[in-house]
């Protein structure tokens, strides 16, 4: 007759006649005692308990980190730095905004710090000379057929496939627009 598990009440098969824990419950048992010997042998560390700032939930923070820690997993780190970034934005956003609009480096000018110079040849073979493609499309929707967008990125697929960056696909004009020469 064969023997029941004293963990799980399952039948003890393939093991010996006085075997008390069946296979799966024997691994079980050995973390149980291994755990319960290293907790026994531990020595207290000088971590405090907090209190997670997003869940509540009691956690043990090292000395070193007790300025900065203030949650208990990395989920909860993520629930908090997206609420402080939505209480700033409010405040901060206009502000910010109107910076970035305002500077000759990163708003919508001929200087934005990734400005380069092109040269390119309309349908009609009128050549235009700018720095910064995007404004250009920007301000000259009229001679184009399609939206601003669609001519960046036709007239910036041109361009790779000129310079060699697309290997296959490539295309050497965007509806009659044609890339004569760019400066990086």
Known sequence: MASKCVMCETDIVGRRSDSIYCLGCVSKRKNERQRARYA???????????????????????PSRQEKMKTCSPVCESKNRSS?????SPAVEPKRLAGLAASPRTGRFETHANAKGWKIESPKGVVYEFRNLRLWVDTHADLYNGTPDQAYVG???????????VKRNGTRHWRGWKVLGWEE
Do not use: E, M
């Open 40 to 62: 026994k042998n531990r020595k207290p560390t000088k971590n405090s308990a907090r209190a997670c700032v997003v869940c509540g939930k009691q956690f043990a923070c090292p």
């Open 155 to 165: 007239l910036l697929r041109v361009k790779g496939t000129l310079s060699g960056a």
């Open 84 to 88: 402080i970034s939505k209480a700033q």
